[in-house]
T-cell receptor
């Protein structure tokens, strides 16, 4: 089945630094990937839709300059949290679709900003 | 805009018993997809079951089945013979039929299983 690999699984960074999270579709090509943020015991909040070869589409209220998304190939999308602050600490999840069957999710990244 | 509502934040079931998780949605589309995803403590999102709106037959996957009521815009998940490993958060989700359409999630429900 479709597999989406997400790295790192956990990252701790200092306030003011940037962190990059990678999302790879391992056995299929994904023209579109999605990035979510999730707080404990809460639902997934869509941040942006990542499109291969073009600019990402951000949801309302999500700062595009803070959450930089790059989708340079059909198998890789990256989310960079720039100038991270403690309030950016969260669980970030990516997903990609191989067909109308549904979306395959990465295993998530727990970001802690200290 | 499409919305998905899961009004029960928590439920509990005795091991080996049956439990039903509720979900309603709102859309003006006639064709779409509905999903139930499971998120265990590992936080990996796992697809449990999906339903195409044009199919009248309710989807079934082993111990998991849905009751899809299109006119009522209801999509409940029934878990039979509940197991300890079923304990997780469950999310109902909607997706339009367009290519690469986004998923709209409900708030989720936390299911606990009593041994």
């Amino acid at each position: 089945g479709a597999v989406v690999s997400q790295h790192p699984s956990r990252v701790i960074c200092k306030s003011g630094t940037s962190v990059k999270i990678e999302c790879r579709s391992l056995d299929f090509q994904a023209t579109t990937m999605f990035w979510y943020r999730q707080f404990p015991k809460k639902s997934l909040m869509l941040m942006a839709t990542s499109n291969e070869g073009s600019k990402a589409t951000y949801e309302q209220g999500v700062e595009k300059d803070k959450f930089l998304i790059n989708h340079a190939s059909l198998t890789l999308s990256t989310l960079t949290v720039t100038s991270a602050h403690p309030e950016d600490s969260s669980f970030y999840i990516c997903s990609a679709s191989q067909s109308s069957y549904g979306y395959t999710f990465g295993s998530g990244t727990r970001l802690t900003v200290v | 805009a499409q919305t998905v509502t899961q009004s029960q934040p928590e439920m509990s079931v005795q091991e080996a018993e049956t439990v039903t998780l509720s979900c309603t949605y709102d859309t003006s589309e006639s064709d779409y997809y509905l999903f139930w995803y499971k998120q265990p403590p590992s936080r990996q999102m796992i697809l449990v079951i999906r339903q195409e709106a044009y199919k009248q037959q309710n989807a079934t996957e082993n111990r998991f089945s849905v009751n899809f009521q299109k006119a009522a815009k209801s999509f409940s998940l029934k878990i039979s013979d509940s197991q300890l490993g079923d304990a997780a958060m469950y999310f109902c989700a909607y997706r339009a039929t367009g290519a690469n359409s986004k998923l709209t999630f409900g708030k989720g429900i936390t299911l606990s299983v009593r041994p």
